[in-house]
């Protein structure tokens, strides 16, 4: 992509809702590798996670979960519910379920329109959905702090938010759980879904829920924050905001269940992961993780630049990125370099056109980058010091996202075959000679190629329209992808409702490391046959790139 300058304003700004939205929205037992709980020479086999046996995705079927739906009539509440009845009403019905983990809630209601008004500059205008609200302690106050989950309709689909308590911005430092919804139109009804962790985030912001723990569902329709109109309906009295009655909320039917079966990293991961991060400072910084020993380091504190891309050197001892004084500066995009323990800052490029997306040669002695040139971009080749050696591609064709192959040649996108939007991967020799076609499905765009021994690992996008200026991309499923080297083929990794991107190869190529949004974005790990494992990078959720060598 273009640097992620492109990418930027459609992904970072579904991070975060505006602060009117969130002022209106207001320890596990240790199991074996095995998936089995040891009983002197017993093994017994643990059920799987609600998280594995529920996939959350804003649909599901009351009939195939394990308890009857309590039903509730709710009367809707004119002015944002601050108003009297409106004289209508509608009918909920929900399950609430738990395993040792997570609490899961499925609900839905009547609602005869769909209202999903949204943009990325100011977030939905005129939208539905529902809040899950918890007093935590049961102590019958709905305080500052205690836990809450917000899912809104918007666009295609719909958008979450990991909230707590607050008199100013609800939204948590570290996301965690999901939480979808949908409508039917046949039905006129819809569908939501949240998982919530029972444990309280390292932040402090999520809470542990318990028996005691009081709970509350508060339903949305058509409510319009720029005019102050909407309507709520509550399913107990008292409404779900900061310093409400909560003494009416029912009890969560939580008791002690086994340990069930959930996702666990593997031993013995090697390497060094290198990323930004905005969760200290909103322009982003380079940190680096080392996943044997879970230790993240900050490299880099510096406010003034807009950070992303980063590229590790093969020997582990350099980084390379784009950074510019705002996201929105284009032209200003330069590559640099710095070494991993924060040393060393160079700036390499320095011009009016955009420069970004640097990669590493193997040796590490040369930086591959895309230059945008008369309109498009170019990949270039530059050695460490910023000196230019060549330019690979030719003018007209928009070649972008280069990474290096051990075997030396390149491997980037281009519309070299297909019509623009879309985008194909292809392969090449380091002088841009022998260009080669790698994948070749139409109506989709290909992003961000990584090569793993005869592979090449990107993200996809399934619709054929400039993603960056089509509000359904943030709602649209991303799949993860490999194609083979030799242009005979692909398969996809993994495919599903959310967003996932930049899949990247551990060392030993046996895991695939990638980024999944789900109202936040975590790094997350994989299986090459595409089994989840878990988030990898903990504690920290605001990650827009990163790389693993």
């Known amino acids: 992509m273009a640097p992620h300058a492109d990418r930027g304003v459609a992904r970072l700004r579904t991070l975060r809702p505006p602060l009117l939205i969130a002022l209106l929205l207001a320890a596990a037992p240790l199991l074996h590798a095995d998936g089995v709980a040891r009983a002197g020479r017993a093994a017994v086999p643990l059920p799987p996670g609600i998280a594995q046996r ?36 509608t009918t909920l019905r929900y399950v609430v379920l738990h395993d040792d983990r997570h609490l899961y809630v499925a609900l839905e209601w009547d609602d005869a329109s769909w209202n999903n008004g949204f943009d990325y500059v100011n977030g ?18 709905f ?23 607050a008199s100013g911005d609800e939204t948590d430092a570290i996301g965690d759980g999901q939480a979808a919804l949908a409508w039917d139109a046949t039905a006129q009804r819809y569908q939501a879904e949240f998982l919530v962790p029972l444990a309280d985030d390292a932040n402090g912001e999520d809470g542990t829920l318990s028996s005691a723990t009081r709970f509350t569902l508060a339903l949305f329709d058509h409510v319009e924050l720029a005019l102050l109109t909407g309507r709520i309906a509550l399913l107990d009295a008292g409404a779900p905001f900061l310093g409400a009655d909560s003494s009416s909320w029912r009890h969560l039917p939580l008791h ?12 013995g991961l090697s390497g060094l992961i290198a990323f930004v991060s905005r969760h200290e400072a909103p322009q982003g910084d380079l940190y680096t993780f080392d996943p044997a020993t879970r230790v993240v380091t900050r490299v880099t504190n510096d406010p003034t630049t807009y950070k992303d891309n980063v590229s590790l050197s093969r020997d582990r001892k350099r980084l390379a990125f784009h950074a510019s004084p705002a996201i929105d500066r284009v032209d200003d995009y330069e ?15 320095s011009n009016s056109i955009l420069d970004g997306h640097p990669a590493w040669s193997p040796d590490g002695r040369e930086i591959a980058y895309a230059s945008f040139r008369n309109g498009s971009a170019r990949i270039v080749r530059m050695d460490r010091a910023g000196h230019e050696l060549a330019v690979l591609t030719p003018d007209g064709a928009d070649d972008n996202d280069p990474e290096w192959l051990l075997d030396g040649r390149i491997t ?15 392969v090449m020799d380091a002088d841009g000679s022998n260009v080669q076609q790698l994948t070749f499905v139409d109506g989709v765009s290909d992003h961000d190629p990584v090569a793993v021994g005869d592979r090449v690992l990107f993200e996809r996008f399934l619709k054929d329209t400039w993603y960056t200026l089509d509000v359904e991309a ?19 990794l993994l495919h599903d409702r959310w967003i996932h991107w930049l899949p990247v190869a551990d060392p030993s190529g046996r895991f695939v490391a990638y980024l999944k949004s789900v109202g936040y974005t975590e790094l997350r790990l994989m299986t090459r046959t595409g089994r989840d494992l878990g988030r990898l990078l903990p504690d920290i959720t605001q990650v827009s790139y990163f790389d693993w060598k």
Do not use: C
């Open 474 to 492: 943030g709602f649209t499923p991303w799949d993860l992808v490999e194609a083979r080297l030799d242009g005979s083929g692909e398969r996809t």
């Open 412 to 426: 980037f996108k281009t519309d070299r075959f297909s019509v623009q939007p879309q985008v194909r991967m292809a």
């Open 54 to 89: 529920h996939p959350i995705d804003g649909a599901f079927d009351f009939a195939q979960l394990p308890a009857v739906p309590r039903t509730a009539t709710l009367a809707w509440l004119d002015g944002l519910g601050l108003g009297g009845p409106s004289g209508d009403s």
């Open 143 to 165: 305080e500052a702090g205690e836990e809450a989950r917000t899912v809104f309709a918007a666009s295609i689909g719909s958008t979450a938010i990991d909230q707590h308590a």
């Open 335 to 349: 590559i640099w370099t710095v070494n991993v323990d924060g040393t060393a800052l160079q700036q390499l490029t």
């Open 256 to 267: 002690p269940l086994r340990p069930h079966r959930h996702p666990e990293l593997p031993r």
């Open 124 to 141: 939905p205008y005129d939208f539905d959905g529902v809040k899950l609200a918890f007093d935590e302690d049961g102590d019958g106050q």
